[in-house]
């Protein structure tokens, strides 16, 4: 792809204005979630509200049944993987 990394430069430089001026931006960031969709404890990336303090809300967008259903089956999917890793 070349030069992916002024990408990841610009991420960080939105990221880092946004928690240093308090912008409370709502930004598309991954972290962990208590509950998606009956799955518990998986990090996913959703829009969130971002801000000096970090992470102020999770925004959940309208899903129709078929978006839930498949929410569901990436959660499950994350967090069966994760489970199987081997920390050492």
Sequence with gaps: KGATYY???A????LSRCILFDERQ???????????QGVRDVAL????VVGRAGILQTLY????SLEQQ????SAQIISEHVAG????
């Design 85 to 88: 890793l081997v920390l050492s």
């Design 45 to 48: 990336s959703l829009p969130q």
């Design 70 to 73: 498949a929410l569901a089956a």
């Design 61 to 64: 967008p309208p899903l129709d």
């Design 11 to 14: 991420a960080i430089a939105l």
């Design 7 to 9: 990408g990841i430069g």
């Design 26 to 36: 709502v930004l598309t960031v991954s972290s962990v979630q208590d509950q998606v």
